[in-house]
T-cell receptor, first 117, second 110 residues
Framework: DGGITQSPKYLFRKEGQNVTLSCEQN?????MYWYRQDPGQGLRLIYY???????QKGDIAEGYSVSREKKESFPLTVTSAQKNPTAFYLC????????????????FGDGTRLSIL | QKEVEQDPGPLSVPEGAIVSLNCTYS??????FMWYRQYSRKGPELLMY????GNKEDGRFTAQVDKSSKYISLFIRDSQPSDSATYLC??????????FGTGTKLQVIP
């Protein structure tokens, strides 16, 4: 079955620690996205990538970093610079082919819930 | 003013009722309109994907878009307890990035 796999489901971060959230897709989609979901705030875009080895900052990129070395994979690192990391993190992909466009629907993984110890 | 406004609910209805979920948006450049369903502790699941104004039906679900008033709706007929979830509207299009509403929480009571 094609889909998006996020791991782990739950993650705990200690003070001063960087943690990496995994996102893998087998939908052969070019575009991938990371969102943060907080209660009452909807989904906020952290980073997105439309081709391998290229990515752009979203609305709330500070304290986060990403890489896109393979089409299938788009890991997100939450760095110690992110002072309020507790949230539900969602990875998505879409078949968008046009740079900068958003005409295709996004498909989501089941998320990683990150908490501070 | 938020770019996409959605009543957070919760909305409680009896099983079998017709449910109406609504969003308003301010960006007239939006051309594609999506509805997602999100169960607790899960990722959003694409329910409906429509282009421009008009209606689209899929089983018990109907999406309606009125671009002139910037108003989008999702109707659920014969609602079931399994429809209990949060529903997110998400307009997008052209070079406007997808903008998600905050979601309406629906509870269908058996």
């Amino acid at each position: 079955d094609g889909g998006i796999t996020q791991s782990p489901k739950y993650l705990f971060r200690k003070e001063g620690q960087n943690v990496t959230l995994s996102c893998e897709q087998n939908l052969n989609h070019d575009a991938m996205y990371w969102y943060r979901q907080d209660p009452g705030q909807g989904l906020r875009l952290i980073y997105y990538s439309q081709i391998v080895n290229d990515f752009q900052k979203g609305d709330i990129a500070e304290g986060y970093s990403v890489s896109r070395e393979k089409k299938e994979s788009f890991p997100l690192t939450v760095t110690s610079a992110q002072k309020n990391p507790t949230a539900f993190y969602l990875c998505a992909s879409s078949a968008e082919k046009v740079q900068g466009a958003s005409n295709q629907p996004q498909h989501f993984g089941d998320g990683t819930r990150l908490s501070i110890l | 003013q938020k770019e996409v406004e959605q009543d957070p609910g919760p909305l409680s209805v009896p099983e079998g009722a017709i449910v109406s979920l609504n969003c308003t948006y301010s960006n007239s450049a939006f051309q594609y309109f999506m509805w997602y369903r999100q169960y607790s502790r899960k990722g959003p699941e694409l329910l409906m994907y429509t282009y421009s104004s008009g209606n689209k039906e899929d089983g018990r679900f109907t999406a309606q878009v009125d671009k002139s008033s910037k108003y989008i709706s999702l109707f659920i007929r014969d609602s079931q307890p399994s429809d209990s979830a949060t529903y997110l509207c998400a307009p997008s299009g052209g070079y406007q990035k997808v903008t998600f509403g905050t979601g309406t929480k629906l509870q269908v009571i058996p």
